[in-house]
């Protein structure tokens, strides 16, 4: 059973960025596929980027396109997520998530993922 880890959350102002990252023990990740999710209060986990298990194929939600990016390093079996301009809408707990059916393409579809994180609360304040 793989278990993932994120950091790198925090309180940040609007137009600035952080740094996601999602740490895998138990298992390496290196051959899933990895996505990013995040739900902020009162509403439903929605997707933010997902990345094919070599990184050459990486999917993204509309409202972060041109803002944020998602790569990986599998030799240390981690995932991160780059995030600029940040909008206080954007304010949630970030999940990571791993696919570990093989071949699989990156999906936004959250019930496609076999593993979740605790999260990484991230505020943005205006």
């Known amino acids: 059973q793989v278990q993932l880890v994120e950091s790198g959350g925090g309180l940040v102002q609007a137009g600035h960025s952080l740094r996601l990252s999602c740490t895998a023990s138990?298992?390496?990740?290196?051959?899933?596929?990895m996505g990013w999710f995040r739900q902020a209060p009162g509403k439903e986990r929605e997707f933010v980027a997902a990345?094919?298990?070599?990184?050459?194929?990486?999917i993204y939600a509309d409202s972060v396109k041109g803002r944020c990016t998602i790569s990986r390093d599998n030799a240390n079996t981690a995932v991160y997520l780059q995030m600029n301009s940040l909008k206080p809408g954007e304010t949630a707990v970030y999940y990571c998530?791993?696919?570990?059916?093989?071949?699989?393409?990156?999906?936004?579809?959250?019930?496609?993922?076999?593993?979740w994180g605790q999260g990484t609360q991230v505020t943005v304040s205006s």
């Open positions: 990345i094919s298990w070599r990184g050459g194929s990486t």
């Open positions: 138990g298992r390496t990740i290196s051959s899933y596929t």
């Open positions: 998530a791993a696919d570990w059916t093989r071949g699989s393409r990156p999906s936004a579809v959250a019930g496609q993922y076999h593993a």
